[in-house]
């Protein structure tokens, strides 16, 4: 098994878990909503601070589905360029795509980073509960530094399947262009 077979198993079992782990928190999210609707309704008691925790959870559950969306190649693409001129360029398309993604998501996590260094400074809490918020932001912005390597992952691979696309291709051309035995 290659070094880079090893790092997408790696990649397909961390982005799955990640995922399953904002799945949960949404199902707790929900169920939270449910019950705080059923408190108000019954009780005439919400969930104090409900809302609070709202923000701080979507937050987090919209995150963690982002690796394994990067990794499963989820986001939404345009193929009829690629499509029209064949497997290498689609590669090499989708290789530029991930390269795209990679500064993007890189920035990003840089500017999350920067931002969540900001809140802690300025003791930033929940309206309600008077939570601290940088703790859960900082949650936030390792998961979106979690897509830096993922998207790194995905744009070797692309750029290796363009590669192999091209010399698999030279090599038709080539096969093509030698006479056969038996034909003069």
Known sequence: MSILEKLEKT??????????????GLLALASATVLDVFLRWIFNSPIVGLNDTHSLFTALIIVSCFPLCIYRRGNI?????????????????????????LIIFSIMAWQMWLYT???????????VLNWPVSPWWRVVTILIFTCVPVTLLMFIRDSKSASKNKNSTDQLESSSKQPQKGNK
């Open 117 to 127: 260094d900001k809140l802690l400074r300025d003791g930033e809490t929940t309206w």
């Open 77 to 101: 693409t345009i193929r009829f360029v690629g499509n029209i001129f064949g497997p290498r360029v689609n590669h090499i398309l989708d290789a530029f795509g991930n390269l795209v993604t």
């Open 11 to 24: 990649a397909t079992r961390v982005t799955r878990i990640i995922a399953l782990i904002g799945l949960v």
